[in-house]
C-alpha cells in the first residue's frame, strides 16, 4: 500500500467536466489500494478574476481580506472534487485549511507553511477515505486566513508530501511534464525524462512556471521526489530527483525566460569607495531585492555608470528611494521595464567550457543586444529587450541541440 499526494492545478479542474475527469484519475488510484490525498488549485482563470475584483474596490486593497478572498477559490474546487469522488462511490471528505489546521508563517499573500496537524486525516485515510485538501493556503499563529504566493498549490502538496511521509508526490497539470523551454510558446521543446532538484529550482525561480520555486525548494531539502504529468494524456511525465540518478547527455537542460524585470542605470555616479553600498543600502532595507549589477570602468576615475536590474513591481518605489537618497551623487536615472530575462540552465555546464562565449555568440547572430547578464554554477541569465524574448529563447533552444 501506498500513500500518494495527488496535486491538480487549475486547468485540471477549470470545469465541471475537468473536475469529473480528475476524480476518475484519482478513482483509478484508489482501486490500486493506494491511500490518496487531493490537493486542488481554484479553477484556472478564479484567482485572477478574485484579484481584479479587490483592485476594483481599491489599488490599496487590504491584505488580511485579499486572503480571505483569493483562498475562496481553492475552497470551491475542494468542495466540488469530494462531491465528485462521492459521486463516484468513494468515500471523500473535504478539510477547509483553518479546520486541519495548516499553520503558515510570514506576511499575508506571501506566508510558507510551517505545520499542520495530521491526526484527523490520518484516521480518515485509515478508514478508506479520500481527504481533499485546497492548495494555497494556510492560518496564522494569529487565526487570520492566509495565502502562500502564486501557485503555491504546488507548495502545499510538496509541505503535505512532507508532513505526512508520503510514499509519491504526483503534480497534475495541463502539459505532459517539464520541458525543455515553454511547449505553448516553443513546439520544437522537448519533454524531459528526469531533472534535478537543482535545474528545476533554478527554472522555476527563473520563470518556468509549470512548478513553483519554493515548492521545489521544499522538496530538495526533504528528497521528496516529485512527478509532474498530465491529466488529460497517459503519457510519461517528469521525475524531479536527486542529480546522483540523472546521465547528463546535453550541457543545456533548459531555456526560461520571464518578464518581471525592470532595469535601472544611473548615470553619471560619483565613482568613489562606498558608494555602491549608499546606493544599495536604502534599497535592501525598503525590501527591494536587487538582481544583476553592472558599474562600467570609470575612464576619468571620477564619474561612472551603474546599472542593475530589480523586480518591476518595485519599480516606482525604487526611483523614488534613489531620487530622495542625499548620499549619492549622479547626472541622471534611466528607467527600462520593457526588458525580459532569459535563461540557460544545465547541471552539465559545469563541466564545459565556453557555454557563456556560445549563448552570447547566439544572440549576437540575431543583433540581439545584451543589457545584463548575471551567472551561477548551472545557468546563465541576460537581460534583453522584451520584444526579442521568444526568438531569442527559440535560438538559444536551437543552438543548445534542445530541438
Ligand atoms: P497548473 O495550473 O497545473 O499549476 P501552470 O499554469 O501553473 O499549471 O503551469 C503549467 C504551464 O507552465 C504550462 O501550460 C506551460 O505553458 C507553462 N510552462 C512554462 N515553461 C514550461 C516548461 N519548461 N515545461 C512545461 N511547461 C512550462
Ligand atoms: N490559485 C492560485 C493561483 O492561481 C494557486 C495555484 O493555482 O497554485 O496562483
Ligand atoms: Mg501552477
Redesign the pocket.
Known amino acids: 500500500m501506498t500513500k500518494k499526494v495527488l496535486k491538480f492545478?487549475?486547468?485540471?479542474v477549470g470545469s465541471i467536466d475537468r473536475i469529473k475527469h480528475a476524480a476518475k484519475i484519482i478513482k483509478r488510484e484508489y482501486d490500486k489500494k493506494n491511500k490518496i490525498i487531493v490537493v486542488v488549485?481554484a479553477m484556472?482563470g478564479t484567482t485572477n478574476n478574485l484579484i481584479a475584483h479587490a483592485e476594483s474596490i481599491s489599488k490599496k486593497f487590504n491584505k488580511r481580506e485579499l486572503d480571505v478572498l483569493l483562498t475562496s477559490g481553492e475552497q470551491v474546487t475542494s468542495a466540488l472534487m469530494a462531491g465528485a469522488l462521492t459521486d463516484l462511490g468513494i468515500k471523500s471528505k473535504s478539510w477547509m485549511n483553518w479546520q486541519i489546521p495548516i499553520i503558515t508563517e510570514g506576511d499575508h499573500s506571501n506566508s510558507r507553511i510551517v505545520n499542520m496537524n495530521i491526526k484527523d486525516i490520518e484516521k480518515y485515510l485509515s478508514k478508506d477515505g479520500i481527504a481533499v485538501i485546497p492548495g494555497f493556503q494556510g492560518v496564522s499563529k494569529s487565526g487570520d486566513i492566509t495565502s502562500i504566493g502564486r501557485?503555491g498549490?504546488?507548495a502545499t502538496a510538496v509541505a503535505i508530501a512532507k508532513i505526512f511521509n508520503t510514499d509519491s508526490c504526483e503534480i497534475y497539470?495541463?502539459?505532459d511534464g517539464?520541458?525543455?523551454?515553454?511547449?505553448?510558446k516553443v513546439p520544437l521543446?522537448k519533454k524531459i525524462e528526469k531533472i534535478s532538484y537543482e535545474e528545476m529550482l533554478e527554472?522555476s525561480s527563473l520563470g518556468?512556471?509549470?512548478m513553483q520555486a519554493s515548492a521545489v525548494q521544499t522538496a530538495m531539502m526533504h528528497e521528496i521526489p516529485l512527478h509532474v504529468k498530465s491529466t488529460f494524456t497517459n503519457r510519461k511525465g517528469t521525475e524531479i530527483i536527486n542529480q546522483e540518478n540523472i546521465d547528463y547527455k546535453k550541457v543545456v537542460t533548459?531555456v526560461?525566460y520571464s518578464k518581471d524585470d525592470a532595469k535601472i542605470t544611473l548615470i553619471g555616479v560619483e565613482d568613489k569607495p562606498g558608494v555602491a553600498a549608499d546606493i544599495f543600502e536604502p534599497l535592501s532595507k525598503n525590501d527591494i531585492n536587487v538582481d544583476m549589477v553592472i558599474q562600467n570602468i570609470s575612464a576619468d576615475g571620477k564619474k561612472t555608470d551603474l546599472t542593475f536590474t530589480i523586480k518591476r513591481q518595485d519599480k516606482n518605489n525604487a526611483a523614488s528611494l534613489l531620487e530622495s537618497n542625499n548620499k549619492i551623487k549622479y547626472e541622471t536615472l534611466q528607467m527600462n521595464d520593457k526588458v525580459s530575462k532569459i535563461s540557460i540552465v544545465g547541471a552539465g555546464m559545469v563541466a564545459t567550457p565556453g557555454v557563456t562565449y556560445k549563448m552570447f555568440r547566439t544572440l549576437a547572430e540575431d543583433k540581439i543586444n545584451i543589457l545584463a547578464i548575471s551567472t551561477s554554477e548551472i545557468k546563465i541569465s541576460v537581460i534583453i529587450d522584451e520584444q526579442l524574448t521568444i526568438q531569442a529563447v527559440k535560438k538559444l533552444h536551437k543552438t543548445f541541440n534542445l530541438d
Open positions: 492545478g487549475g486547468t485540471s488549485s484556472s501557485g498549490s504546488d497539470t495541463d502539459v517539464v520541458y525543455s523551454s515553454d511547449p505553448n521543446a527554472l518556468t512556471k509549470v533548459g526560461a
